[in-house]
């Protein structure tokens, strides 16, 4: 299972951002596919998830109206489009597959390397 994650940067607050997560080693069409994010000192939290087909989605009530996550199963990539950033959401973003939408835990204990997202003026 191979997972790697891109698109972070710095931004200022009500900015946006899109991060991608490119897998591999796996049927991606087969999962859900998950965001998480981890802040420093805080344990990771799972932030946005979409079903296998993406007809779906379910969000952490601290993002939802302002992040939308997608997939493309013909590119075995799912995104995560950040708006109205705050800096309350500074943290390392990860994806993962997860066994359905709405499940917490993810499928796969090996993790990409994560795309850091910084919210600061």
């Known amino acids: 299972v191979q997972l790697v994650e891109s698109g972070g940067g710095l931004v200022q607050p009500g900015g946006s951002l899109r991060l991608s997560c490119a897998a591999s080693?796996?049927?991606?069409?087969?999962?859900?596919m998950s965001w998480y994010r981890q802040a420093p000192g805080k344990e990771r939290e799972l932030v946005a998830s979409v079903a296998r087909g993406g007809g779906t989605t379910v969000y952490a009530s601290s993002v939802k109206g302002r992040f939308t996550i997608s997939r493309d199963n013909a590119k075995n990539t799912v995104y995560l489009q950040l708006n109205s950033l705050k800096p309350e959401d500074t943290a390392a973003y990860y994806c993962?597959?997860?066994?359905?939408?709405?499940?917490?835990?993810?499928?796969?204990?090996?993790w990409g390397q994560g795309t850091q997202v910084t919210v600061s003026s």
């Open positions: 993962n597959a997860l066994p359905n939408v709405w499940a917490q835990a993810p499928s796969f204990r090996s």
């Open positions: 080693g796996f049927t991606f069409s087969s999962y859900a």
